[in-house]
């Protein structure tokens, strides 16, 4: 069974009486340890398929299966708790509490998840480590770079352990080199066996994953996977008949 | 997501906008400390009238007087009889429920004179030794008169400090205290010796009034004159004082024998008491002792109810009322105050979580449930209530101080711990309720709006 497993899923807007179909019967698995990328234009609606994935949003038809829990039908705290626990957000603008300083940013997930004050040190001490930042704990935010400031913000998304990362536009706001070195970061995370899933409208970023998900009005256009033995770089079609892709 | 996280939080908000929070604080500063400040100076106006009434004797003092036969019984009114000494003993015999039973003579017009000087006293009594305790007396100088001196009707008084201060001189322009007991003094032209004085009554207003005056004498402009006697800090119980410190007794018999016996109509002597008091054991059973009471007495009066009671009571509500209504027109105030700070809070934490939607979107997005947003800001708003709570209790001190120097004769306002209570209690409820509509919003924020929101 995969981690995540989307069925037949659309989100339907209504603005001023107009029906605007973000998600249009999205069917999709993410596997645990996949390294994924869902790329599209802005628009194209993968933002509203992350929200989806990540617990932020409920889908107006559909299921979602994330580790083997049906997550559509949750109430708001259930979701809260299964962003809490299951899942780790990385942002474009980093999204760090600029009041606290580094180690309480990568605590916060553990407060709200009741661990006790000896605990979420450790841990955060360590999911600092993992990035390379465990000597900057009590800077504040604002005294950091842009690429340090992501790099709390990943540490942040993993010191739960949740089952997928997902990033959204992780370079986006960060130049080019210092781009390239989160993306280091995320495949070196992937190659410990994290699941990770970058949301991007960058091709070039995109091709960093294995495995590559193109969203257009709110379908799947394209999906490319590079793992399948021995067909690297191969761009297989849609099939409707598998389930997993869209006409 | 523990309380004390949010506690702490809640703090460092507060912190990071120090100024702003501190205005905050003072509108319930404001609030706490005038709600406090204005039921101690209720409290302290209470005391004032509480003692006065306790002054004249409190409420289980009745007085039985002399009333118009009814209709009814107006074919018998040669039989009347009115309140006699033989009613003070029936009752001393037949009704249990009453402590104290002080028979009352009065003569109108005593003039008592000595060395050319002259006082008139409102309140010549003859009455018994009991009378003291009857009406709160005390002697300071010299003694009460006793059984034997009413057995002999002695030419003995017991005077008040209105009367030293007139015929004597008073302690505060000759500077010493001055003790008349032993001298003689001329009563209606009899003499009578002067065996005790009162201690010299006076309500807490008069008592700072007259120190105020010995450190800062007034001065006095133009010719010398007595200013009346309206205004001096009398306050509502003023009166009792000053009617207290005219009192001159004498023994009951001695009034019959002195001056009752000479001056009844056609040579029969007038054997009626001016007024009889009671006073009973129990307030909570001051309807039994009246009916006690008056059952015993239509034995005696022949069943014609020439007699009527008159007690404290309206008195009594008359504080009460008095009390209430300041109560609730200083209350009304305070609570508007406090009001008014509540209105501060919830628009700085709407302004505060307008401010902090980016950062409760990411709080959210990491696992921060709706209700754990919506506590994190009550907990804020409270914490703000709380500061101003405790502050403002500190300030009513520091108000109630400004209050004294501002009106030195009022009575002392008295800060009472029920007030304090209820100050601090009410600034927390203003806290919760202030957070109230800001912690909804905050909690029904949607997480992807949120994240959105530059």
């Not at chain 2, 706490?32 to 004797?57: D, F, Q, T, W, Y």
């Not at chain 2, 100088?141 to 007139?166: K, P, Q, W, Y």
């Not at chain 2, 009472?416 to 209570?421: D, G, H, K, P």
Request: charged letters at 20%.
């Amino acid at each position: 069974m995969a981690l995540v497993e989307l069925r037949n899923v659309s989100k339907i807007y209504h603005l001023g009486g107009e029906e605007i179909r973000a998600l249009d019967d999205v069917s999709l698995d993410i596997d645990g340890g996949e390294f994924i990328s869902i790329i599209g234009p802005s628009g194209s609606g993968k933002s509203t398929l992350m929200h989806i994935l990540g617990c932020l949003d409920s889908p107006t038809k559909g299921t979602i299966q994330l580790d083997g829990k049906m997550i559509h039908s949750l109430s708001g705290a259930e979701l809260a708790r299964a962003r809490n626990q299951k899942i780790g957000f990385v942002f474009q603008f980093f999204n760090l509490l600029p009041k606290l300083n580094v180690l309480q940013n990568v605590e916060l997930p553990m407060i709200y998840s009741g661990l006790n004050a000896r605990d979420r040190r450790e841990r955060a001490v360590n999911a600092l480590k993992l990035v390379d930042l465990e000597n900057r704990s009590k800077h504040r935010p604002s005294q950091l770079s842009g690429g340090q400031q992501q790099r709390v913000a990943i540490a942040r998304a993993l010191v739960n352990e949740p089952k997928i990362v997902f990033a959204d536009e992780p370079t986006g706001n960060l130049d080019s080199h210092t781009g390239e070195a989160i993306l280091t970061l995320f495949r070196k995370l992937s190659e410990q066996g994290r699941t990770i899933a970058l949301v991007t409208h960058d091709p070039e970023i995109a091709a960093v994953t294995p495995r590559r998900i193109e969203i257009r009005d709110g379908k799947i256009a394209k999906q490319v996977d590079a793992t399948l033995a021995g067909l690297d770089r191969l761009e297989r079609a849609a099939d409707v008949s598998s389930g997993i892709g869209v006409s | 997501m523990n309380l004390f996280n949010s506690i702490t939080i809640g703090f460092k908000e507060i912190w990071a906008h120090k100024f702003r929070s501190l205005l905050t604080v003072l509108g319930i500063i404001l609030g706490v400390a005038s709600l406090v400040a204005m039921s101690a100076l209720v409290k302290g106006m209470e005391n004032g009238l509480r003692a006065a009434l306790i002054e004249i004797g409190g409420v289980e003092k009745v007085r039985i007087e002399d009333q118009d036969i009814p209709q009814t019984q107006m074919h018998l009114a040669d039989q009347a009889v009115g309140n006699t000494i033989k009613d003070v003993y029936a009752l001393q015999q037949s009704a249990p429920l009453l402590k104290t039973i002080s028979p009352e003579m009065r003569l109108r017009n005593a003039v008592i004179t000595r060395d050319g000087k002259m006082f008139q006293s409102w309140n010549f009594v003859g009455t018994w030794a009991n009378a003291l305790d009857m009406n709160q007396h005390v002697v300071e100088h010299g003694r009460m008169f006793n059984d034997i001196d009413e057995e002999n009707a002695a030419s003995v008084c017991v005077v008040g400090t209105s009367l030293r201060d007139e015929l004597f001189g008073s302690p505060e322009k000759a500077g010493r205290e001055i003790n008349p007991v032993g001298e003689v003094v001329s009563i209606n032209g009899v003499p009578f010796t002067i065996i005790g004085m009162f201690k010299h009554y006076e309500s807490d207003m008069d008592r700072k009034l007259r120190e105020l005056e010995k450190d800062k004498p007034q001065e006095q402009t133009g010719p010398t004159r007595s200013r009346g006697w309206g205004s001096r800090g009398s306050g509502m119980g003023g009166f009792v004082y000053r009617m207290k410190n005219m009192t001159v007794y004498i023994p009951l018999q001695t009034m019959w024998v002195k001056f009752r016996s000479a001056s009844g109509t056609n040579n029969t002597p007038d054997p009626r008491l001016s007024s009889l008091w009671i006073k009973v054991n129990d307030v909570d059973q001051l309807d039994q002792a009246l009916q006690q009471s008056r059952n015993v007495l239509l034995q005696t009066h022949r069943g014609i109810e020439d007699f009527a009671f008159r007690t404290q009571e309206d008195w009594a509500d008359q504080i009460n009322t008095s009390i209430t209504n300041a109560r609730l027109s200083g209350g009304i105030i305070a609570a508007i105050s406090l009001l008014v700070g509540g209105i501060g809070i919830m628009n700085i934490m709407l302004a505060s979580i307008t401010e902090r939607v980016r950062e409760i979107g990411i709080r959210k997005a990491i696992g921060a449930t709706d209700s754990s947003m919506f506590i994190q800001i009550i907990v804020e708003s409270m914490v703000i209530a709380l500061l101003g709570g405790v502050a403002g209790l500190i300030a009513s001190a520091a108000l109630i101080e400004l209050l004294v120097i501002l009106s030195p004769t009022e009575n002392t306002p008295m800060i009472t711990v029920n007030a304090m209570a209820l100050s601090f209690i009410s600034s927390a409820v203003v806290g919760v309720l202030a957070g109230l509509l800001p912690a909804i919003k905050a909690a029904k924020l949607s997480p992807i709006q949120a994240l959105r929101y530059d």
